[in-house]
């Protein structure tokens, strides 16, 4: 019994569920996430550039600019506008709702299974851009897909990625930058801030010239992107759940070699 004590009291401490050996889960790294959510929000700002050169200056992911829109519209009595921008809003909202029911149903498997869903709908949009239909019917899927892209990637150390929440990503920036200064943060806290902010900035830029001067598609890119993504965390989490699978030392072996 004594031996049985000792053993309780000294021996190894369990592992936590971080992938069986310690270490979090690849997609659960903080510089993995960041990467993720930048390009998430470089796809989301070439998006929103689309949607203002094609939609009459209707944004496909900046729902505040869109809800302004549609209230000076309203107040102008173009009832025709203030209809599209109710449209997208709703669409919009309606994009999270799913995002959100998919994550909550898929485990693991929840951000694979929302980047898969954005792809499926931007590849939609891509299909009926390319078949000749009109860009408000074209571009409903892709409102759709931001809403679902904007619940995919919960915030990290309050910065939220691949979401369009901007104003607060500035305001985040100031905060941290002034933290900084009196020297209660480093350079890191603001600098993922201002990272986002510089992705959606560089997809917008690069977005609004494609649309103008590109033969092909300007939805291409975006697409090809975010459905590049889903196979990548597709592929992470395979690796993590064998992982998991794996004898402690045949764990150690892969957590090395990755």
């Not at 890191?188 to 598609?217: K, M, N, P, Q, Y």
Request: net charge positive; with cysteine; charged share 15%.
């Amino acid at each position: 019994m004594l031996d049985s004590r000792v053993s309780r009291t000294h021996g190894p401490p369990p592992q936590q569920d971080r992938g069986g050996d310690g270490r979090r889960p690849l997609l659960e790294r903080a510089r993995m996430r960041l990467c993720l959510g930048v390009l998430l929000t470089v796809a989301a700002g070439w998006l929103d550039a689309v949607g203002y050169l094609r939609l009459q200056e209707f944004y496909l992911s900046f729902m505040t600019g869109n809800s302004i829109k549609l209230g000076v519209a309203a107040a102008a009595g173009d009832w025709l506008p203030a209809a599209a921008g109710a449209l997208v809003v709703a669409l919009f909202l309606m994009g999270a709702l799913t995002g959100t029911l998919v994550a909550e149903m898929s485990g693991a498997w929840s951000l694979p299974a929302t980047l898969a869903l954005a792809a499926c709908l931007l590849g939609t949009a891509l299909g009926l851009s390319l078949a000749g239909w009109g860009p408000f019917h074209a571009l409903a899927p892709v409102v759709l897909a931001m809403g679902v892209q904007n619940v995919a990637l919960s915030p990290l150390g309050g910065v939220r990625l691949g979401a369009t929440f901007i104003t607060g990503t500035l305001v985040s920036v100031g905060q941290e930058m002034g933290r900084a200064l009196l020297g209660k943060s480093g350079r890191r806290a603001w600098g993922r801030h201002a990272l986002v902010w510089a992705g959606l900035v560089a997809g917008a830029t690069a977005g609004a010239a494609w649309t103008e001067r590109a033969s092909l598609d300007a939805l291409l890119p975006p697409a090809a992107l975010v459905a590049i993504l889903t196979v990548a965390c597709m592929v992470a989490v395979t690796i993590e759940q064998r992982r998991r699978r794996l004898p402690f030392a045949a764990r150690e072996a892969v957590g090395d070699a990755t």
